[in-house]
């Protein structure tokens, strides 16, 4: 199984992190490739950045089904570029933000997603809302830590653990959802110093290893998005792409 992951900014050092991060969790026989868009933002905090990178992240996907890959992930939880890349390809695109969203829902009442920004709130509501899943939301908290300084763990860590312990005890949530794919890799090391602090049995979502789990499941079950859905594009002419 081939399974293609899209880094939708143009910070190639991103690649080498996402191929680590994404390999981790997949199955010994899945290979993961990773690419960056060509064109677009250096990261994405605002649905300014994501509409400058969809263009490219479609043409990546389209050109990641002519290389026969079985699935493709975009790594934003922005999902940029999704629906519409569904639109011109038959294979499972997924993206970290929908696939979390439901499956928070599933796990528990009430979730919280911990995201970067707090300018971010509004498109992580509209995308939620959009999911359907508005009132299984608890709230929307932030780090405020940008994208590009995310490689402090240490502080990333600690302020991931605070907010996710203001979200259970001020907003009530049975679920914590990290709301950036930055964050991967810290889901245990949350959980372990909730518990520090008195919190236990709130399950930490890390969106990257869940998308890489769903595009192999529905890659080998031979699942993809319907075309009642998303219908391919009527022909036209398009200038500049």
Not at 54 to 66: F, N, R, T, Y
Not at 118 to 129: E, F, G, S
Not at 202 to 227: F, M, N, Q, W, Y
């Amino acid at each position: 199984m081939k399974i293609r992951v899209i880094v939708p900014v143009i910070t190639k050092e991103f690649e080498a992190e996402a191929l680590r991060e994404y390999s981790a969790p997949a199955r010994p026989d899945t290979e993961i490739s990773v690419v960056s868009i060509d064109r677009g933002p250096a990261s994405i905090e605002s649905s300014y950045d994501e509409a400058l990178a969809v263009p490219d992240v479609v043409a990546k996907i389209v050109q990641a089904e002519k290389d026969g890959v079985s699935a493709v992930i975009v790594d934003c939880m922005a999902d940029p570029g999704v629906e519409a890349a569904r639109e011109v390809v038959s294979i499972p695109v997924v993206g970290p933000a929908e696939v979390s969203y439901h499956v928070a829902a599933m796990l528990g009442h009430k979730f919280s997603v911990i995201t970067i920004l707090d300018t971010l709130a509004p498109v992580i509501d509209h995308n939620v809302a959009k999911a359907g899943l508005t009132a299984r939301l608890a709230s929307i908290r932030a780090v405020n830590i940008p994208v590009l300084k995310l490689d402090d763990r240490k502080a990333l860590l600690n302020a991931l653990v605070e907010q996710s312990v203001k979200a259970v005890r001020e907003d009530g949530a049975h679920v914590i959802m990290f709301g950036c794919t930055g964050m991967v890799g810290l889901s245990q090391a949350v959980e372990h110093r909730m518990r520090r602090e008195g919190i236990s049995g709130v399950p930490v979502i890390d969106p990257p290893v869940l998308a890489v789990k769903i595009a192999e499941a529905l890659a080998e079950v031979g699942l993809t998005h319907s075309k009642r859905t998303y219908p391919a594009p009527p022909a036209k002419e398009i200038v500049g792409y």
